[in-house]
């Protein structure tokens, strides 16, 4: 049997900023990180990460639980003060960008709504369990050209 010991800093109590719920799709991680570390100050491993393809659309299509959970352990348990929802352009878990402007021409304003809804299913959720009310941010991310460009939803 063979065994690989790995030295860290973060084996003690775990608490953590916040919560990022995202997409699995590999095109943003990197951008995604560096986002949250430059404009809040989290840095990796001060967030627990929930990814799920299609990010919110787990908790729209109801299939939630996992994903709400998530974010319970990280408000409750883990002290997070902020939930980041991040959903992205051209995202495959919708069918891409074709699938969705062919019931919605505007994309990113489909997205933005989506996102609000989401927002509003954490928040009955976590209210529900009697959890601390966090900070939600909603981000879409908008992708170029060997870039990501980061959005506010309100």
């Not at 933005?112 to 927002?119: A, N, S, T």
Request: a negative charge; one cysteine or more; glycine letters at 10%.
């Amino acid at each position: 049997m063979t065994h690989t010991t790995i030295k860290t800093p973060d084996t003690s109590v775990h608490n953590v900023t916040a919560c990022a719920l995202f997409c699995q799709d590999p095109r943003f991680l990197r951008s995604r990180i560096d986002y949250l570390k430059q404009e809040y100050g989290i840095e990796y491993g001060d967030f627990d990460p929930l990814a799920v393809p299609g990010s919110g659309k787990w908790i729209l299509d109801g299939n939630a639980d996992v994903v709400l959970y998530g974010a319970e352990v990280a408000v409750g348990l883990h002290s997070g003060e902020k939930v980041f929802v991040f959903h992205h352009m051209d995202c495959g878990a919708y069918g891409g960008s074709t699938e969705i402007t062919k019931q919605q021409p505007d994309e990113a304003e489909f997205q933005r709504g989506q996102l609000r809804q989401v927002r509003t299913k954490i928040l009955d959720y976590l209210s529900e369990k009697k959890k601390a009310t966090p900070e939600i941010i909603l981000v879409l991310e908008h992708l170029g050209d060997g870039e990501v460009t980061y959005e506010i939803v309100e």
